[in-house]
């Protein structure tokens, strides 16, 4: 479950703070969102997601998930404009406890959001990165935005591309623009324009630009 407009999907995320917005595609991450995923109107910096943006993150990250998963995004999704955020991250420590696919990263987003949890960047990126190794598009784009960004991590220009191609090659969106932009920049790869030309085209056939 794990994500400005969106369309600048580096420079764009949401959290409380300091203020991050993710950029605005359709399949960025909650994994609860980071897959912040499903049409939202946030980008990776500088803003925060909007209600409605991080519940159908939810409803992207829980499809075809288990029963113990969905009950704990059904309790996110019911209670998203009260209090009691805290009971659906209980249910998500329950399935990441019984290794519940998925459950890594909607609990991510919890620790970097600060929903339901105290925020804490350090936790979010070792559980992104978990969910990301075992094959999730959402958590790779949000590991490689915690390693370019130095969030709960060291920085890691090079390492965060490779997770951004993963989220590409996976079918994400705005992970192909982060790519373009990495090298036209030179950030964590040689620089060539050649290769950012690709990469941004490839970017705008999938609308992110």
């Not at 049409?39 to 500088?46: A, S, Y």
């Amino acid at each position: 479950m794990f994500g400005g407009n969106r369309n600048r999907a580096s420079k764009n995320r949401r959290t409380p703070s300091p203020k991050i917005k993710r950029c605005k595609t359709n399949d960025d991450q909650c994994t609860c969102t980071s897959a912040t995923g499903a049409k939202d109107d946030r980008t990776r910096e500088t803003g925060e997601a909007t209600e409605p943006a991080q519940l159908s993150a939810i409803d992207l990250l829980v499809f075809g998930i288990s029963s113990i998963l969905q009950l704990a995004a059904d309790i996110l999704r019911t209670t998203a404009f009260q209090e009691n955020w805290p009971m659906g991250v209980k249910m998500l420590e329950k399935a990441y406890e019984e290794k519940v696919e998925n459950a890594a990263g909607c609990l991510a987003w919890c620790h970097e959001t600060g929903r339901g949890t105290p925020q804490d960047y350090s936790k979010a990126f070792r559980l992104y990165k978990q969910s990301a190794d075992a094959g999730n598009m959402a958590s790779c784009y949000s590991t490689a935005f915690f390693l370019r960004m130095g969030l709960g991590t060291k920085a890691d220009p090079k390492q965060a591309v490779e997770y951004f191609k993963k989220a590409a090659l996976m079918g994400h969106t705005a992970a192909h623009y982060d790519i373009g932009r990495a090298y036209t920049e030179g950030e964590g790869v040689e620089q060539s324009y050649e290769d950012a030309c690709w990469w941004h085209e490839k970017a705008a056939g999938t609308h992110v630009v």
